[in-house]
């Protein structure tokens, strides 16, 4: 038996034969791979560039890596960003690279989730190339800033929800420990990640608990009670760390108006066509990701095809309904996060059409996705008796199972049993022909215990079905139902281990509603599957017909228009997908900084040794003004290799334009009226102050001031500027100089000291530096 075993998983091998996993692992190598295509035909903006400069500016410390960051505690995107930027300087590729890696652990975690909480099935592949290409994402895989909170928020997200379905199905404790590291993987990079508590509640309570509202919340607190205290702890701790140290962050709305036209924006412009492959249009927004911004008649569709899902899959799966519960659910939390926190803000028009806000609600789409069209895996055991799986299974009548295999007729009317073999007599008959299978193939059929028979049947166990009283007598086939059981590696469905089920005369448990006890009496509601028991056999084919698949007992002259009308909505998503993801591919390509710090480079590199420069912001579409101190030039190069020189005084400035090249600078503001001599403006003597009138007035403020001047001889001059002095060398000759002044007023008034030095001049301005007219 080891021998065969030992063979058999060396035909496997780890791909093998096991085709959906090598088609997920396709889909996902292809996801990464275009993604990072993606990402790198843009660059690095806006906030990527004060994290940086922040980088920059700080050693490793636990105080750099607990500041906040415009509100948000993020110690492991500080840690991240400050190594790349320590041993790279400003580059872009280690950003792609780690958000390509981020992309590529969230598609392998998540197929590894869909495996474990849904039935063996194709159709996995639908909810993994959902998240894998949705365009809500694109964001998250191209934008370090956004990337560097959403893809581990996303990954935590995976990876909480496989350890609470883990746990659920087998009770283990070291399942709770890979819950609470998995929340604080997500806490470490985004606080946001604190909706992963909730998350896990609302799907272990929507498709693990059964019953009312009120009962469904009861049974999963009680039920499941350990995870919950362990998540409350976290969630407290967590909470009194980060609101001790942050800003409030709360707005209130302007209006009701502004609250429902962001709930529209949000679900109408950005959610629900992002699922089905949309917006096919954006808005650009400078050097950041664009906005979503959809045509009407693509929301429509859009609202179409996801309204048509959802009624299709409630009417074929039970637990469709609860799965869109959930994804509501989460919604709604999500929702209101954003308007406390982004409406009454001067953005607030756009909030609801940012794609990054809402790109973590794919996950739990894509989960709900899952669940509705493939439905919910029974675990293969168990914890204790007074639990029964959860399984979800299409609404379908239960089928007649195969005759006995000696071809005789049930007597009575009731299908055949077997009696239940006492403690000490080996299995005989039909039940040992079914244990002998279990060890031969090592995939036991499921053995139920109920009245004292055993049934060596289906993984539920169905009430008689009064058609197969009336059924003829037909050939039974030679084959066991074990060996009809698919290989499961392969896509097909295992049969699950044995479970003992609990006799009906035990008391259940009134708060565990999912208490096995005895099955419905409906045929409607029978937990039946066509994965699940085998199908009614035909004198034709003796196995019966294949199980329905996503249509559901479909007549069969509507299936091949159905199935048309399917691939040909799949292909529509699709292509909607690609053509999002090339617009946005295009709009992401149009960086200004990279042309802009390309270009400073260059200059630089050409540059004499002796140029230096004032500091002054950068344009405002490399980093907005919003970002200031950290939109100076000064801080903005700080990551440089060679960074320009900065000064406050100098004879002879230059200065940066808008793309980046060196000029000669000159002031553009205030300048003096002209002087009362001729040839000579205002004459200022040793000792003497004279009095200038501005053009214009200047407001208190940090201005630069620029002073041409002819002096007899060598000396220094005090410039008075309201409240503001500065001191500044006079070199005898024809000169300029260029110095700061803090002040403001309608006046200059300009002292010269020195031994016998005159001074003569027209020429001073207040204001900031600028390129000089050619």
């Known amino acids: 038996m080891a021998a065969d075993s030992a063979s058999a998983s060396a035909r496997t091998g780890w791909l093998g034969t096991d085709r959906i996993r090598t088609a997920a692992l396709a889909i996902v190598a292809l996801s990464v791979l275009w993604r990072a295509q993606v990402a790198s035909g843009g660059f690095l903006a806006a906030d990527d560039y004060v994290m940086i400069t922040q980088a920059a500016e700080s050693n490793l410390t636990v105080e750099h890596l607990l500041a906040l960051y415009n509100n948000h505690l993020m110690p492991g995107g500080r840690l991240l960003t400050w190594l790349i930027t320590e041993h790279v300087g400003m580059a872009y590729w280690p950003y792609v690279l780690l958000m390509a890696i981020g992309q590529a652990i969230l598609g392998i975690t998540f197929f590894r989730l869909l495996r474990r909480l849904l039935q063996p099935s194709w159709l996995l592949l639908l909810p993994l190339g959902a998240l894998m290409f949705s365009p809500l994402t694109l964001e998250a895989t191209s934008w370090w800033a956004v990337g560097v909170n959403m893809l581990p928020m996303q990954i935590a997200m995976v990876l909480a929800v496989g350890a609470q379905v883990s746990y659920v199905q087998t009770r283990r404790k070291r399942?709770?420990?890979?819950?609470?590291?998995?929340?604080?993987?997500?806490?470490?990079f985004f606080e946001k990640a604190i909706l992963v508590v909730a998350l896990v509640f609302l799907l272990t309570a929507a498709l693990y608990a059964e019953g009312g509202f009120f009962r469904t919340i009861w049974t999963t607190i009680r039920r499941w009670w350990p995870s919950w205290l362990l998540l409350t702890v976290l969630s407290l701790g967590f909470l009194a760390a980060y609101l001790g140290n942050s800003e409030s962050s709360l707005r209130r709305p302007a209006s009701a108006g502004e609250v429902f036209s962001f709930l529209t924006q949000m679900l109408g412009s950005t959610v629900v066509p992002g699922l089905v492959g949309g917006p096919w249009q954006w808005l650009g927004a400078g050097d950041g990701a664009p906005v979503?911004?959809?045509?009407?008649?693509?929301?429509?569709?859009?609202?179409?095809?996801?309204?048509a899902l959802v009624v299709a899959t409630v009417r074929r799966r039970r637990r469709a309904g609860r799965a869109w519960l959930l994804l509501g659910s989460y919604l709604v939390l999500v929702a209101a996060m954003l308007a406390a926190t982004r409406l009454g803000s001067t953005f607030s028009g756009v909030a609801g059409g940012v794609p990054r806000y809402v790109s973590d609600v794919v996950v739990v789409a894509a989960i709900c996705l899952g669940v509705a069209v493939v439905g919910l895996a029974r675990p293969s055991r168990f914890p204790d008796a007074t639990e029964s799986p959860t399984v979800d299974t299409p609404r379908t009548a239960p089928m007649a199972l195969p005759e006995p295999r000696d071809g005789r007729a049930p007597d009575s009317g009731v299908p055949q049993t077997v009696a239940a073999p006492s403690a000490t007599a080996p299995p005989e008959g039909p039940t040992a022909s079914v244990l002998a299978e279990s060890v031969r193939t090592g995939r036991p059929a499921r053995v139920v215990a109920r009245l004292g028979v055993i049934h060596a049947e289906a993984p539920v166990d169905p009430e008689p079905d009064p058609a197969s009283t009336t059924a003829p007598d037909v050939t039974p086939p030679t084959a066991s139902v074990a060996d009809s059981v698919p290989d499961a590696e392969a896509g097909a469905v295992r049969a699950p281990d044995p479970v003992v089920e609990p006799h009906p005369s035990s008391p259940p448990d009134a708060g565990d509603a999912s208490t096995a006890g005895p099955p419905p009496r409906d045929a409607d509601d029978r937990p039946t599957g066509p994965d699940r028991r085998p199908p009614a056999a035909t004198p034709s084919d003796p196995l019966g017909p294949p199980p329905?698949?996503?249509?559901?007992?479909?007549?069969?002259?509507?299936?091949?228009?159905?199935?048309?009308?399917?691939?040909?909505?799949?292909?529509?998503?699709?292509?909607?997908?690609?053509w999002t993801t090339s617009r946005y591919s295009d709009e992401w390509a149009v960086k200004s900084s990279r042309s802009y710090i390309d270009t400073v480079r260059i200059e630089m590199a050409s540059a004499p040794p002796d140029t230096v420069f004032f500091d002054a912001p950068?344009?405002?579409?490399?980093?907005?003004?919003?970002?200031?101190?950290?939109?100076?030039?000064s801080r903005f190069f700080r990551a440089f290799g060679t960074r320009p020189t900065y000064v406050d005084e100098a004879d002879h400035v230059s200065v940066l334009d808008a793309l980046g090249r060196i000029q000669v600078a000159t002031i553009v503001g205030s300048t003096i009226q002209p002087g009362p001599q001729e040839g000579c403006g205002y004459l200022v003597a040793s000792g003497q102050t004279v009095r200038m009138p501005l053009n214009e007035p200047r407001d208190?403020?940090?201005?630069?001031?620029?002073?041409?001047?002819?002096?007899?001889?060598?000396?220094?001059?005090?410039?008075?500027f309201g409240t503001g002095t500065a001191e500044f060398p006079v070199k005898k000759g024809l000169n300029q100089r260029f110095f700061r002044i803090v002040g403001g007023g309608d006046a200059v008034e300009l002292t010269v000291a020195g031994s016998d030095v005159s001074l003569c001049t027209n020429e001073i301005a207040i204001g900031n530096p600028a390129p000089k007219p050619e």
């Open 175 to 188: 399942h709770l420990v890979t819950l609470a590291l998995s929340v604080l993987l997500g806490l470490v």
């Open 292 to 307: 979503a911004a959809p045509p009407e008649l693509g929301t429509w569709v859009a609202w179409t095809i996801f309204v």
């Open 548 to 578: 329905p698949g996503l249509l559901g007992p479909l007549p069969e002259r509507y299936r091949e228009a159905v199935n048309v009308m399917l691939a040909l909505m799949l292909v529509a998503v699709c292509l909607g997908t690609v």
């Open 618 to 633: 950068v344009p405002d579409n490399v980093v907005p003004s919003l970002s200031w101190p950290y939109n100076l030039q």
């Open 700 to 720: 208190d403020w940090h201005w630069v001031a620029r002073i041409g001047y002819l002096s007899s001889a060598d000396g220094t001059a005090t410039l008075r």
